[in-house]
T-cell receptor
Framework: DAMVIQNPRYQVTQFGKPVTLSCSQTLNHNVMYWYQQKSSQAPKLLFHYYDKDFNNEADTPDNFQSRRPNTSFCFLDIRSPGLGDAAMYLC???????????????FGPGTRLTVL | RKEVEQDPGPFNVPEGATVAFNCTYS??????FFWYRQDCRKEPKLLMS???SGNEDGRFTAQLNRASQYISLLIRDSKLSDSATYLCVASGYSTLTFGKGTMLLVSP
């Protein structure tokens, strides 16, 4: 029944050591999103893919990159994690065929990243 | 700057109480609105969408006031299981803007 799957659920990495988080979906949604959420804060959109088109938020650091090899999968790469990157990383998907508003977003369970 | 503002709470209410949350949004171009529920250390889950003049789903009622740019959520007959953080969300141009959430604690 899982619709948006994230792996791993918990990731521990060392300061500066690259890490990749993965997200897959069985909903065949054309839009996929990556959010960062820190404690007691709103989810912060990092970037999203509208089909194959990559859309980066203006304030997303260059340290964060993303890949979407096909409709079902999307990856978040953190090239050199810092202590401030410790957070919950949420993947979400939606079906959007209008281009100007968004359908409901479905979230995965998140990956909690710890940076030592 | 596109923002969604919410009172962080916590709102402490007894079981059976009625509680209301408000949320304001700054982007007048926002087209769709949602309430998400987020349990501690879990992902947000859609509670209900809010379109045009609002809607009701069981104990939950959401209202939208476009002129004043605010959205409300009313929970009647609160249950212990309603304890969570409620996120107000405004959407437009394929992205969502989340509020920081309002924490609700329902006690026996």
């Amino acid at each position: 029944d899982a619709m948006v799957i994230q792996n791993p659920r918990y990731q521990v990495t060392q300061f500066g050591k690259p890490v990749t988080l993965s997200c897959s979906q069985t909903l065949n949604h054309n839009v996929m999103y990556w959010y960062q959420q820190k404690s007691s804060q709103a989810p912060k959109l990092l970037f999203h893919y509208y089909d194959k088109d990559f859309n980066n938020e203006a304030d997303t650091p260059d340290n964060f990159q993303s890949r979407r090899p096909n409709t079902s999968f999307c990856f978040l790469d953190i090239r050199s994690p810092g202590l401030g990157d410790a957070a919950m990383y949420l993947c979400a998907t939606s079906r959007d065929d209008r281009g100007y508003s968004t359908d409901t977003q479905y979230f995965g369970p998140g990956t909690r990243l710890t940076v030592l | 700057r596109k923002e969604v503002e919410q009172d962080p709470g916590p709102f402490n209410v007894p079981e059976g109480a009625t509680v209301a949350f408000n949320c304001t949004y700054s982007n007048s171009a926002s087209q769709s609105f949602f309430w998400y529920r987020q349990d501690c250390r879990k992902e947000p889950k859609l509670l209900m969408s809010v379109y045009s003049s609002g809607n009701e789903d069981g104990r939950f009622t959401a209202q939208l006031n476009r002129a004043s740019q605010y959205i409300s959520l009313l929970i009647r007959d609160s249950k212990l299981s309603d304890s969570a953080t409620y996120l107000c969300v405004a959407s437009g141009y394929s992205t969502l803007t989340f509020g920081k959430g309002t924490m609700l604690l329902v006690s026996p």
